[in-house]
């Protein structure tokens, strides 16, 4: 390279937008999920783990905690498990297809979740085990691993459903309606439905997520190019905290490699969680900042 190619280089590097170093400051507690399922305490040491990869999950009042399990010897088509404080199941639903990618506890004791397979489902399962609701989703069958991810159950009703390989997140009533939907730039992973009606959306190997109006017209994104280091490495779980923070998973990242970071709405990162483990966080739930328990609701 000549030196003045290098001198331009140097200067689109320098123009380039990059976001501010994280705050040393800050902390956070959260439960990581993926080959390792664990709680990091803010130390951002393992406070607690389970013996089993997981994919989705959500710390409970008692200390326990719900699960969908990966498929394993023990479930081959996934599963849907709760864990008290001491790692003792206490409630259980072996998926019937090919994986169990979500779990959400309802305010009623039952549980959402939804199965992948020749006949995607979104499910609603009593304590008993007992199947409440079923809603068939309108997905593509070739690739039963790429149909659905984080589905969630909103105020309304519906449930907000990503279907990765069809990059689109649509909202169905409990009877299977499609209501609402918008054509994502990459696979979605993760979908929140927010307090103002926008959506939030965390687009896997787009490396980027994206926030969209009622009317699905982008409002809002934020992709490596805007952070130093580019530290987004396959974007799937995304939380959106109640200062307004948005924090993004790596699941590609590796060891000594940056696995969570949380960027601001103006593109600053905020915090960033780093540890050696080969794996990455496939989802997660912030639970702590700072010490102390957020207050707002969890969006995620």
Excluded at 101 to 127: F, H, I, S, W
Excluded at 152 to 176: I, S
Excluded at 187 to 199: K, Q, V, Y
Excluded at 277 to 298: C, M, N, S, V, W
Aim: a positive charge; glycine letters at 8%; aromatic letters at 6%.
């Amino acid at each position: 390279m000549t030196r003045s190619l290098r001198i331009a280089a140097l200067l689109a590097l320098a123009a380039a937008p990059r976001a501010a170093a994280a705050d040393p400051a800050v902390t956070h507690s959260f439960l990581a999920f993926g080959a390792e399922t664990r709680l990091i305490d803010a130390a951002g040491k393992v406070a607690w783990r389970y013996p089993a990869a997981s994919r989705d999950g959500w710390a409970l009042p008692d200390g326990g905690a719900l699960l969908a399990l990966s498929k394993s010897k023990e479930y081959p088509g996934g599963a849907a498990v709760e864990v008290n404080k001491d790692g003792k199941v206490v409630f259980e639903f072996k998926g019937t297809q090919a994986e169990v990618n979500t779990v959400q506890p309802l305010g009623d004791g039952t549980v959402l979740l939804t199965e992948a397979g020749p006949k995607p489902r979104l499910l609603e399962v009593a304590r008993d085990g007992k199947v409440l609701v079923e809603v068939p989703l309108q997905a593509q069958t070739r690739d039963h691993h790429l149909q659905t991810r984080m589905a969630r159950k909103l105020a309304n009703g519906n449930y907000l459903v990503p279907q990765l390989l069809d990059r689109v997140v649509r909202e169905y009533t409990p009877e299977g309606k499609v209501v609402w939907e918008v054509k994502t730039p990459h696979m979605p992973f993760t979908a929140i439905r927010l307090p103002d009606g926008n959506t939030l959306i965390g687009c896997t190997l787009g490396h980027l997520v994206v926030e969209v109006d009622r009317d699905g017209k982008e409002v809002w994104r934020v992709t490596n190019d805007d952070l130093t280091g580019k530290p987004i490495n396959d974007a799937c779980g995304v939380q959106r905290l109640p200062n307004g923070n948005t924090v993004i998973t790596s699941h590609h990242a590796g060891a000594k490699q940056v696995k969570l970071t949380e960027v601001t709405r103006e593109k600053k990162v905020a915090w960033t969680y780093t540890d050696d483990r080969p794996a990455g966080i496939h989802h997660f739930q912030i639970l702590e900042t700072d010490g102390k328990p957020l207050a707002g609701p969890a969006l995620r």
